[in-house]
C-alpha cells in the first residue's frame, strides 16, 4: 500500500468528547445508556448531524433539521418523549458544543 505524501501544516485534533444518553428522546437510533463519541464543536455541521447542545444550562444530543446562517433547528428523533427546537425554537450554533462522529 501506498501512502501519500505529508504536505502542509498538520490539522489540530479536537478533543475527545464521550457522553452517555440518558432518556428516549433520540430512540431508536440512540437508546438510553449507549455512548457517544463526539469531537469539540468546529463550526461545520449539516443536515442530519448528531450534535451535543447546551440549552438552558443543560447538555442535550440532537439531530440537525435544519441550518440557516448561525443558528439551527434540532430535534430528538422520538418526537414524543423529545424537548427541542419544536418547543423552544431555532438556537445560535455557539449552543453546539461537540459533533458526533461514533455511536
Do not use: C
Request: proline share 4%; aromatic share 10%.
Amino acid at each position: 500500500m501506498k501512502f501519500p505524501k505529508f504536505s502542509g501544516k498538520p490539522k489540530k485534533l479536537s478533543p475527545l468528547v464521550i457522553r452517555r444518553v440518558s432518556g428516549q428522546s433520540m430512540s431508536p437510533k440512540l437508546r438510553d445508556g449507549k455512548i457517544v463519541f463526539a469531537h469539540t464543536f468546529t463550526g461545520n455541521v449539516k443536515l442530519r448531524d448528531i450534535v451535543i447542545v447546551s440549552h438552558d444550562g443543560i447538555e442535550k444530543i440532537k439531530r440537525i433539521q435544519d441550518v440557516r446562517d448561525d443558528q439551527v433547528y434540532i430535534v430528538g428523533d422520538n418526537k414524543a418523549q423529545s424537548t427541542d427546537s419544536r418547543d423552544f425554537g431555532w438556537i445560535d450554533k455557539t449552543n453546539i458544543t461537540a459533533k458526533a462522529f461514533f455511536y
